[in-house]
Each structure stands twice: as structure tokens, then as C-alpha cells.
């Protein structure tokens, strides 16, 4: 499965941007989207299983982020609202060909790949 981001960019806080993620290849079992600022570790943002409507957020994005998928496009999105300058890093969408249950969508350690990334900066 090859994975392509984007979306990213350069916004104020409290504003909206929407990343994208375009995947070609096999078919999968769930995918996710995962942040990592500046000298932090790689945190879990949200996931879904590709059939179904199982989702997962990260407290820190509930309410705030929408995880969705175009099947027809083959396409991933994050509908990222009220930014905050905490939500500053690169993003990383990936995905897995398994069908993950709800309590393993969070783990990273799931997902067998990875985009490059997209940064995204929110500023004060």
C-alpha cells in the first residue's frame, strides 16, 4: 500500500484545515492518522476501520478532528477545526491491511504503512 499526504500548511488558531491521504494498492482493513511534534513522540490522532463506521479519536482532538473515507477514491480525510497551536507537528496517515478491533486502532505498533507526512503549523 502506497500512501500520499497533504494538506498541510501554515493557519491561525481556531481556524480549519483538511488533510488528505491518497492510498493505492491492497485493499485495506483500517486506517489512521498520527502526529508527531518537535522532539515528542509519535502520538495517535484518529482511525477508522475502511468498512463499517468504527472511528477513534485521541482525547486531545475529540470534537474537534473528523476522521472520514471516500471509498470510491481511495481517499482518507482529517477535518482538522479549531486548531490550536498545540496540534503544531507533522501528520502521518497509515494504514494496515488488517481489520483492527476499536482498541487496537490507536496503536501505532498496527499499522504496517506509512506516508511522509505533512506538516501542519498553527500559530498564536
Known amino acids: 500500500v502506497q500512501l500520499q499526504a497533504s494538506g498541510g500548511g501554515l493557519t491561525q488558531a481556531g481556524s480549519s484545515l483538511r488533510l488528505q491521504c491518497a492510498t493505492s494498492g491492497r485493499a485495506v482493513g483500517a486506517m489512521g492518522w498520527f502526529r508527531q511534534a518537535p522532539g515528542e513522540d509519535r502520538q495517535f490522532v484518529a482511525a477508522l476501520r475502511w468498512s463499517g463506521t468504527t472511528t477513534r479519536y485521541s482525547d486531545s482532538v475529540r470534537y474537534r478532528f473528523t476522521i472520514s473515507r471516500d471509498s470510491a477514491k481511495n481517499m482518507l480525510y482529517l477535518q482538522m477545526n479549531s486548531l490550536k497551536p498545540e496540534d503544531t507537528a507533522v501528520y502521518f496517515c497509515?494504514?494496515?491491511?488488517?481489520?483492527?478491533?476499536?482498541?487496537?486502532?490507536?496503536?501505532?505498533?498496527?499499522?504496517?504503512?506509512w506516508g511522509q507526512g505533512t506538516q501542519v503549523t498553527v500559530s498564536s
Open positions: 497509515a494504514a494496515t491491511s488488517s481489520r483492527l478491533i476499536f482498541s487496537e486502532l490507536q496503536n501505532g505498533g498496527n499499522y504496517d504503512f
